[in-house]
């Protein structure tokens, strides 16, 4: 069966650190792997996702992530945060494609 | 719209009530979900809608909730004697058709208040 489980249901960064936000998958087979974004009194959008291929995904906004089958997880980075950063995110895996199980999710904090 | 579009927004009710949560999904795509999402909890897939094919209710708590899709676009979600615990925002998604990306788009949500 597939789950996700995101390390930390709050993280706090300074506005110019590096964002580390953690996600670790369980999947009986090679899994297709999510990161989404939900802004405040907003509906979710795809940041990045991995499918096959290159295992370091680039997403929008200066995020990325890197699929390590070894460890099974899929954190996110972000180099600088900034204020926008905000949000909540959310990691979610599925082993088709369509059936897509969620984390519960990591709120962001940035601070100036 | 270009969006996935929930309606309404907002919806408080009183213990015992039934209520209707529609979704308009992005036109074309093929594939619609619904999920729940409450405080603490993240995302909880409730049903999910493929083409003309038997939906995936495995997510379903509880007989009180329904969901239909009707002429393959608009989807209404359906709890029956809403109970407090129903309190949650019901996020709609949709897919489009093709190769199975898994992307999925989703609307603002409608925020449920059960008294």
């Known amino acids: 069966a597939q789950s996700v489980t995101q390390l930390g249901s709050h993280v706090s960064v300074s506005e110019g650190a590096l964002v580390l936000l953690r996600c670790n998958y369980s999947?009986?087979?090679?899994?297709?792997l999510f990161w989404y974004v939900q802004y405040p009194n907003q509906g979710l959008q795809l940041l990045l996702k991995?499918?096959?291929?290159?295992?370091l995904v680039k997403g929008i906004n200066g995020f990325e992530a890197e699929f390590k089958k070894s460890e099974t997880s899929f954190h996110l980075t972000k180099p600088s945060a900034h204020m926008s950063d905000a949000a909540e995110y959310f990691c979610a895996v599925s082993e088709t494609g369509y059936a897509l199980n969620f984390g519960k999710g990591t709120s962001l904090l940035v601070t100036p | 719209g270009a969006g996935v579009s929930q309606s309404p927004s907002n919806k408080v009710t009183e213990k015992g009530k039934d209520v209707e949560l529609r979704c308009d999904p992005i036109?074309?795509?093929?594939?619609l979900y619904w999920y729940r999402q409450s405080l603490g909890q993240g995302l909880e897939f409730l049903i999910y809608f493929q083409g003309n094919s038997a939906p995936d209710k495995s997510g379903l708590p509880s007989d009180r909730f329904s969901a239909e899709r009707t002429g393959g676009s608009v989807s209404t979600l359906t709890i029956q004697r809403t109970q407090q615990e129903d309190s949650a925002v019901y996020l709609c998604?949709?897919?489009?058709?093709?190769?199975?990306?898994?992307?999925?788009?989703f609307g603002e949500g409608s925020r449920l208040t059960v008294l």
């Open positions: 991995y499918t096959t291929g290159a295992t």
């Open positions: 036109s074309g795509h093929t594939a």
């Open positions: 999947s009986s087979v090679p899994p297709y």
């Open positions: 998604a949709s897919r489009p058709p093709g190769p199975n990306t898994g992307e999925l788009f």
